[in-house]
C-alpha cells in the first residue's frame, strides 16, 4: 500500500498545500512548527477517521478558520480516494472513492496504520486508559466487530453509570434496567476480553524479539495483560459487587479497568528503565503492533515515524534504520536536522523522497 497524493485545506497549519509521494521511504525536514507532524497526523487521519493527537476534530482546523477538508489518493494497489470533509457548523463527511460512510468504524482497516512519535512515552508513563487505546487501535485494525463492540459497550456502561447515581435519590429501587445493563455489558465484554488477551500475547512475543534486535540488551521485559476478567465472568463480577457498585454510584468492574503491565526485571518498567531502554520497548512495542498488522492482513500497514531520532544514540539509531530499511511499506519520516536522516539512510541504498517544509 502507498499514498501516491496527499491535499491539505485548512488543516492544522496547511492553507491549502498538494503532496505528491513517489518513493518508498518519504523523509520530511523542516523546523519545530514547520508542519512536519501535521503532514503525518493528516494521513493517520485519513487512515483511522480521526487525529492521533487530538480528541476533537475541530482542532484540527487551522486557526481563525472554518472548515477543512483532507484527501489522499491511495495504491493498494488498486487506486483508491479516501476524503474528509468538516463542514462550516461541524458536520463531518467521511468516504472512500466518493461514497460516504454512514458508520466510520467500518473504513477502520481499510489502510492499515502505525504511527510512533514522542508523546508516546505516555505509554510507560501515563495511566491504563492510554495502553487500553493502543490495543483497542491494533485490534480495531483487526476485527471489523471489535470496535463496533466496544463502543455499545462504553455506551450502555455510561447510561448504568447514569443509573447508579441516580440511585440514592430514586424512590422505588428497580432492579430491572439494572438487569438489563448487567446482561447486556457481559455479553459485549466476552469478546473484547478475548481479543484483548489474545493480542497482548502477540504483543509481548514480538516486542521483546525487536527490543533485543534494537538494542542488543539480553534482559527479557514482560507485558501482562491485566483483567479482572482472567478469573470470572463480567457478568458474575457485577452480580457479585452490585452493592458495592450502588454505594459507589459507579461501575467498579469491566473491560474499562483493563491493563498492560510493562516490567523489567519484575520491576515497573517506567521507574527502572534508562532513557535509552525506554526507547528501544516502545519501538519495541510499536514495531510489533506493525508486524502483527502485517501478518493479519492482505496490506502491509504505513509507518509514520515522527521525530524518532531525537535523543537516540548512534548504535540504537543504526539498528532501527536497518529495521526500517528491511520493510516492503511505505515509510514516512519526520526530523528537524535534514543532515542527520542522511548520514542514517547514507548506507542503505535505498530510493528516498526528500520533502523540505
Same mark, same amino acid.
Given at each position: 500500500?502507498?499514498?501516491?497524493?496527499?491535499?491539505?485545506?485548512?488543516?492544522?497549519?496547511?492553507?491549502?498545500?498538494?503532496? #505528491?509521494?513517489?518513493? &518508498?521511504?518519504?523523509?520530511?525536514?523542516?523546523?519545530?512548527?514547520?508542519?512536519? *507532524?501535521?503532514?503525518?497526523?493528516?494521513?493517520?487521519?485519513?487512515?483511522?477517521?480521526?487525529?492521533?493527537?487530538? @480528541?476533537?476534530?475541530?482542532?484540527?482546523?487551522?486557526?481563525? $478558520?472554518? %472548515?477543512?477538508?483532507?484527501?489522499?489518493?491511495?495504491? *493498494?494497489?488498486?487506486? &483508491? *480516494?479516501?476524503?474528509?470533509?468538516?463542514?462550516?457548523?461541524?458536520?463531518?463527511?467521511?468516504?472512500?472513492?466518493?461514497?460516504?460512510?454512514?458508520?466510520?468504524?467500518?473504513?477502520?482497516?481499510?489502510?492499515?496504520?502505525?504511527?510512533?512519535?514522542?508523546?508516546?512515552?505516555?505509554?510507560? +508513563?501515563?495511566?491504563?486508559?492510554?495502553?487500553?487505546?493502543?490495543?483497542?487501535?491494533?485490534?480495531? &485494525?483487526?476485527?471489523?466487530?471489535?470496535?463496533?463492540?466496544?463502543?455499545?459497550?462504553?455506551?450502555?456502561?455510561? &447510561?448504568?453509570?447514569?443509573? #447508579?447515581?441516580?440511585?440514592?435519590?430514586?424512590?422505588?429501587?428497580?432492579?430491572?434496567?439494572?438487569?438489563?445493563?448487567?446482561?447486556?455489558? %457481559?455479553?459485549?465484554?466476552?469478546?473484547?476480553?478475548?481479543?484483548?488477551?489474545?493480542?497482548?500475547?502477540?504483543?509481548?512475543?514480538?516486542?521483546?524479539?525487536?527490543?533485543? +534486535?534494537?538494542?542488543?540488551?539480553?534482559?527479557?521485559?514482560?507485558?501482562?495483560?491485566?483483567?479482572?476478567?482472567?478469573? @470470572?465472568? =463480567?457478568?458474575?463480577?457485577?452480580?457479585?459487587?452490585?452493592?458495592?457498585?450502588?454505594?459507589?454510584?459507579?461501575?467498579?468492574?469491566?473491560?474499562?479497568?483493563?491493563?498492560?503491565?510493562?516490567?523489567? @526485571?519484575?520491576?515497573?518498567?517506567?521507574?527502572?528503565?534508562?532513557? %535509552?531502554?525506554?526507547?528501544?520497548?516502545?519501538?519495541?512495542?510499536?514495531?510489533?503492533?506493525? /508486524?502483527?498488522?502485517?501478518?493479519?492482513?492482505?496490506?502491509?500497514?504505513? #509507518?509514520?515515524?515522527?521525530?524518532?531520532?531525537?535523543?537516540?544514540?548512534?548504535?540504537?539509531?543504526?539498528?532501527?534504520?536497518?529495521?526500517?530499511?528491511?520493510?516492503?511499506?511505505?515509510?514516512?519520516? *519526520?526530523? +528537524?536536522? $535534514?543532515?542527520? #536522516?542522511?548520514?542514517?539512510? /547514507? @548506507?542503505?541504498?535505498?530510493?528516498?523522497?526528500?520533502?523540505? =517544509?
Amino acid at each position: 500500500m502507498r499514498v501516491r497524493e496527499l491535499f491539505l485545506y485548512q488543516f492544522k497549519n496547511y492553507a491549502g498545500n498538494e503532496f #505528491l509521494f513517489d518513493q &518508498q521511504i518519504v523523509c520530511i525536514t523542516g523546523r519545530n512548527g514547520s508542519g512536519k *507532524t501535521n503532514l503525518l497526523d493528516a494521513i493517520y487521519f485519513l487512515c483511522f477517521t480521526k487525529s492521533y493527537f487530538v @480528541h476533537s476534530d475541530a482542532y484540527c482546523v487551522m486557526n481563525e $478558520k472554518a %472548515g477543512m477538508r483532507i484527501r489522499a489518493l491511495f495504491e *493498494t494497489p488498486q487506486q &483508491q *480516494t479516501v476524503q474528509c470533509i468538516l463542514r462550516e457548523n461541524g458536520k463531518k463527511e467521511f468516504g472512500l472513492n466518493g461514497v460516504l460512510y454512514t458508520q466510520l468504524s467500518k473504513h477502520i482497516g481499510h489502510f492499515p496504520v502505525v504511527i510512533i512519535t514522542p508523546d508516546d512515552t505516555q505509554l510507560i +508513563t501515563e495511566g491504563s486508559e492510554v495502553r487500553r487505546k493502543f490495543i483497542d487501535i491494533l485490534i480495531s &485494525q483487526l476485527d471489523e466487530h471489535y470496535m463496533r463492540n466496544l463502543m455499545k459497550y462504553n455506551k450502555i456502561l455510561l &447510561q448504568r453509570n447514569a443509573l #447508579l447515581k441516580r440511585w440514592p435519590e430514586s424512590v422505588h429501587k428497580d432492579f430491572t434496567v439494572l438487569d438489563i445493563y448487567d446482561q447486556q455489558l %457481559g455479553e459485549l465484554a466476552a469478546p473484547i476480553f478475548m481479543a484483548r488477551k489474545q493480542y497482548a500475547e502477540q504483543l509481548k512475543f514480538k516486542t521483546n524479539q525487536i527490543y533485543h +534486535t534494537i538494542s542488543d540488551e539480553k534482559e527479557d521485559i514482560e507485558i501482562a495483560y491485566h483483567s479482572q476478567l482472567l478469573q @470470572h465472568s =463480567l457478568s458474575e463480577l457485577l452480580i457479585q459487587n452490585r452493592h458495592k457498585d450502588i454505594m459507589s454510584q459507579r461501575s467498579n468492574y469491566g473491560i474499562h479497568k483493563d491493563d498492560l503491565l510493562f516490567t523489567l @526485571h519484575n520491576m515497573p518498567l517506567k521507574t527502572v528503565a534508562s532513557q %535509552g531502554q525506554r526507547k528501544s520497548f516502545l519501538f519495541g512495542l510499536k514495531f510489533a503492533q506493525y /508486524e502483527i498488522l502485517k501478518e493479519n492482513l492482505v496490506l502491509s500497514p504505513l #509507518l509514520l515515524l515522527d521525530d524518532i531520532f531525537e535523543k537516540l544514540d548512534e548504535k540504537r539509531g543504526r539498528k532501527l534504520i536497518a529495521y526500517i530499511a528491511r520493510q516492503s511499506t511505505q515509510v514516512f519520516i *519526520t526530523d +528537524t536536522h $535534514k543532515e542527520r #536522516l542522511h548520514k542514517a539512510f /547514507e @548506507h542503505e541504498g535505498l530510493n528516498i523522497q526528500w520533502i523540505d =517544509l
